[in-house]
């Protein structure tokens, strides 16, 4: 267990899900409108992507020589606004999925100890170079237990 081979399995699980576009197991952002179409966009030139990244982990003493470690994983997801095609909706949808099935995988497949239920923290609208979309985020926390040898 660790914190990459975590992050990969929530890659894997996310990708998993229909119609969820392309997946970045770190941050990827750009200001480039073609670099963020080539990022972002499915085969349908909308944006629609996900990152996963953890920007924060706190380790506690659980007991001798053993530690666990919280990782706080984020998930951001960006989804082009269509009105006529209820893009709100679908994204919700494609929230909701994620959130399924992280539930009914929470130990990652054998990659942590376990995961907590998944949380939607935020669902907005954001323009990237000129281009309305919506997006979320969901938060994780993931507790890896740590094995060490004191000095």
Request: aromatic share 6%.
């Amino acid at each position: 267990m660790n914190l990459s081979n975590i992050i990969t399995q929530l890659k894997t699980i996310v990708e998993s899900i229909d119609g969820i576009g392309k997946v970045h197991d770190y941050d990827r952002w750009t200001v480039d409108w073609n670099t963020l179409r080539q990022l972002f966009a499915d085969d349908n030139n909308r944006l629609n992507g996900w990152v996963i990244t953890c920007p924060q982990s706190d380790e506690n003493i659980h007991a001798n020589v053993v530690n666990i470690r919280k990782h706080r994983i984020k998930i951001e997801g960006i989804y082009g606004q269509k009105d006529s095609a209820e893009s709100e909706k679908v994204f919700r949808d494609l929230l909701e999925k994620i959130c399924d099935k992280l539930r009914e995988n929470n130990s990652l497949n054998g990659s942590c100890l376990r995961a907590d239920p998944p949380r939607v923290a935020k669902v907005m609208r954001r323009r990237f170079a000129g281009i309305l979309a919506h997006v979320g985020e969901i938060h994780l926390s993931v507790d890896e237990y740590i094995r060490y040898s004191p000095a």
